[in-house]
């Protein structure tokens, strides 16, 4: 089972794939539109690569509640669980 | 009944063995409506409209740029372009979502204004998706051998049907109409389509109601598109890249054999994301005519087509994977050799 360090380090990576954020400003406490300038398409980008990335199904009403990177990183790791 | 004598088999028809794209031509309507005016009715800005859909302006249509007209003048260059004469012209189909007369058929009238000899001509309602419709129903009539030579015009004037005050629609629709001239051919020249619907998604773009609870209304009013934008967007994008590798393996050929990309101009984010999931290769010349003319649904890829021709993007015998995607959602792609 991955650790929530290396599933938020697979997450920036994908973030930062997808609206170009460095990696290293995809910390647990930063909000993705506030403080990543991830808006909400390209959230959606981000949640698809996450679900094949993580093996997990994130459906859109679950999207709006992922308002953090700690809030989506908790999300994948219950969905794994 | 009752005869003695066996009936004859019915006589098969026949067809030719492979059909392409002999012309194209598109009609761009006169207004040009900067986003500075779209935004007077919705909380936006410029800004944001451009980041988030790539639209910096559309073209919409006069009260003389009828959806009759600019379908005429569209099949009128195309059928200049291909070298074809109207009357040889056996059937026509007019893919639209904006013809406002229950029946007869727009294409009827179309096919009598371009002078053809009573061409077959009927209407599709395949929204967004419909031109590539018509392109896989034209090859396959001329392959079949129920035509010969079929146009195919995709055209909407989706401005009269976008409520200006719905900040997810307001800036996105646009008017226009674009055509094809399909015929037989030497070498294949239109790959076989990857096509389908999802009715459980009927609800995520649609009219907002249909005409006869306009009419019991209060207070009538136009039955606007309303779209639920995050969910399209991921359907087109994904979903959407996936049916677009499986028409480049059908037709036989790979991403680096391509020259064009041709996705119906929905939003330039949708555009992207087909691109970046679809892995195409930084050689592969990619429509953008979304810029400038807005989302037209059936007709966007026609006119998309006609730019990249313009610009020297798109030349004769590129191979270009054509994709539209729509209400129903229904959704249509295949590979062409360009004319």
């Not at chain 2, 009419?215 to 606007?224: A, G, Q």
């Not at chain 2, 028409?247 to 691109?275: E, K, S, W, Y």
Request: glycine letters at 8%; a negative charge; one cysteine or more.
């Amino acid at each position: 089972m991955a650790t929530t360090e290396e599933i938020r380090t697979d997450l920036a990576e994908i973030v930062n794939e997808v609206a170009g954020v460095d990696t290293d400003d995809v910390q647990l406490d930063k909000s993705f539109v506030d403080d990543l300038d991830v808006d909400s398409l390209s959230m959606v980008e981000v949640v698809v690569a996450a679900e094949e990335k993580f093996g997990v199904s994130i459906p859109d009403d679950e999207v709006k509640n992922l308002k953090t990177v700690g809030d989506a990183v908790a999300y994948i790791e219950r969905a794994q669980a | 009944m009752g005869g003695t004598t066996p009936r004859p088999a019915l006589r098969p028809n026949t067809g030719v063995a492979h059909a392409r794209v002999l012309g194209l031509g598109a009609y761009r309507p006169s207004r040009v409506v900067p986003n500075s005016e779209v935004v007077t009715g919705i909380d936006s800005t410029d800004e944001w409209i451009r980041q988030r859909s790539g639209i910096e302006e559309r073209r919409w249509a006069t009260d003389d740029e009828t959806l009759r007209m600019m379908s005429v003048e569209a099949a009128r260059r195309a059928l200049a372009d291909s070298g074809v004469d109207a009357r040889q012209i056996d059937c026509v189909v007019v893919a639209t979502v904006s013809h406002f007369m229950q029946t007869p058929a727009l294409a009827t009238l179309v096919a009598h204004d371009l002078g053809t000899d009573q061409a077959a001509a009927f209407d599709v309602s395949a929204a967004c998706a419909g031109f590539c419709h018509g392109v896989a129903m034209a090859s396959d009539m001329v392959r079949g051998g129920s035509a010969r030579h079929v146009l195919v015009i995709g055209a909407e004037r989706l401005s009269e049907q976008t409520d200006p005050s719905d900040r997810g629609t307001a800036f996105i629709f646009a008017d226009g109409a674009g055509a094809a001239v399909v015929g037989p051919s030497d070498e294949p020249g239109i790959g076989p389509v990857v096509w389908g619907s999802d009715g459980e998604q009927y609800d995520l773009i649609r009219s907002r109601e249909d005409w006869r609870d306009v009419l019991t209304s209060d207070s009538p009013r136009m039955p606007h598109l309303v779209m639920q934008g995050n969910a399209v967007f991921r359907w087109a994008s994904f979903q959407m890249a996936k049916t677009g590798l499986q028409a480049l393996d059908r037709a036989g050929i790979g991403v680096d054999d391509l020259d064009c990309f041709v996705p119906h101009q929905a939003n330039n984010r949708i555009t992207d994301a087909m691109a970046r999931a679809m892995k195409l290769p930084g050689t592969v010349a990619i429509a953008r005519d979304i810029v400038h003319q807005g989302n037209t649904s059936a007709a966007s890829i026609p006119l998309a087509l006609d730019r990249m021709r313009e610009e020297g993007q798109a030349r004769s015998g590129d191979t270009a994977l054509l994709i539209a995607f729509g209400a129903g959602l229904a959704y249509a792609a295949q590979v062409v050799v360009l004319p």
